[in-house]
């Protein structure tokens, strides 16, 4: 049952602290679990969220009511991704060597795919009907597999690293993390079309760690390891605009407090926004890199993500709870 906890006092407090203006907040008392994956619903008025007990539960944003709850799943989830048409669930799970489709009203197990190896990587193709998965890497045995959904058969491998895969706003582009660095993909093809890196990023902590697009498909945001973010431009390859995402000091193992774990596009893309793991929320102009707001929770973030429209954060921590603000 999902409870509101002190709801006015943290209207209050981030009434006080937050500068957004029109801001709604709700905290939702989810499980005792910690939060490791939050994907919203392409319509927005939906959230699904996994806890460290592997369950799925989907929430209804506007109701603040539990929709449905997803069990039986053995193993971690890589990723869990909406399908186009909001309709369906996908997860895929590296330990597992198993990629999951779910019905996201009743559900039901649509498809379950055995996989070679165990993927990272998860995005739908735009028209729903197949789904890829990918390996992290850079040799051989890195590959980006295209699965039918219906049959649940591989349709093609790709040798490209695939740790992390997201489309552009019309599907016809790939950005790919096939490790540290970023690439761009014909959707079709899987050709390289663009490498998004600078020599020696690896060593000074450019392991990207979030990415989104900007909704005209011209612009990438990159988040990183060392909490920098950083804006491509697509038609040049170039970086447009980099920022300092929090004030952690990068140390180089695991998923450090410096992470940026979430971004968005805003405002007809020229404001971006992040998240990082020590809880720190920045807003940059696109155009003149000026900071337009700072933020620190008072917690640790185990999993962020914005809405589509950039307008809604929703993000999980450590007290297994799972906090949406609204920006209108």
Not at 217 to 228: Q, R
Request: proline share 2%; charged share 20%; net charge negative.
């Amino acid at each position: 049952m999902v409870k509101r906890i002190s709801f006015y006092l943290w209207v209050l407090f981030l009434l006080l602290n937050f500068p957004f203006s029109n801001l709604r907040a709700t905290q939702q008392n989810l499980t005792t679990k910690t939060i490791y994956q939050i994907a919203w619903s392409p319509s927005g008025d939906k959230i699904a969220s996994v806890d460290y007990t592997n369950v799925i539960t989907i929430w209804d944003t506007k109701t603040q009511s539990n929709l449905l709850a997803i069990n039986g799943i053995s193993n971690n989830l890589s990723a869990i991704r909406w399908s186009p048409d909001g309709l369906r669930l996908a997860a895929n799970s590296y330990d597992a060597k198993k990629t999951f489709i779910w019905d996201a009203t009743t559900g039901k197990l649509l498809q379950s795919i055995t996989e070679d190896t165990g993927s990272l990587g998860l995005a739908w193709i735009a028209d729903g009907n197949q789904i890829l998965t990918g390996t992290d890497g850079i040799d051989d045995t890195a590959e980006v597999r295209r699965w039918d959904i219906q049959t649940g058969k591989l349709v093609e491998r790709y040798t490209v690293g695939g740790a992390g895969i997201f489309n552009s706003p019309d599907g016809s582009v790939l950005a790919i993390a096939p490790s540290y660095w970023l690439e761009l993909h014909d959707a079709i093809t899987l050709d390289r079309i663009a490498k998004l890196y600078i020599d020696n990023d690896y060593e000074q902590g450019y392991q990207v760690s979030s990415v989104v697009w900007s909704s005209d498909g011209n612009l990438v945001a990159a988040g990183y390891l060392n909490g920098k973010v950083r804006i491509w431009d697509i038609k040049t390859s170039k970086i447009a605009n980099e920022y300092q995402a929090n004030d952690v000091v990068f140390e180089n193992r695991g998923i450090p407090q410096s992470a940026v774990i979430a971004l968005a596009f805003t405002m007809k893309n020229t404001l971006v926004s992040s998240v990082s793991r020590d809880g720190s929320i920045r807003q940059w102009d696109v155009n003149t890199g000026k900071l337009m707001i700072e933020q620190q929770l008072t917690t640790s973030v185990t999993a962020a993500n914005w809405s589509a429209d950039g307008k809604q954060l929703a993000f999980g921590d450590s007290d297994g709870t799972l906090t949406i603000w609204e920006q209108d």
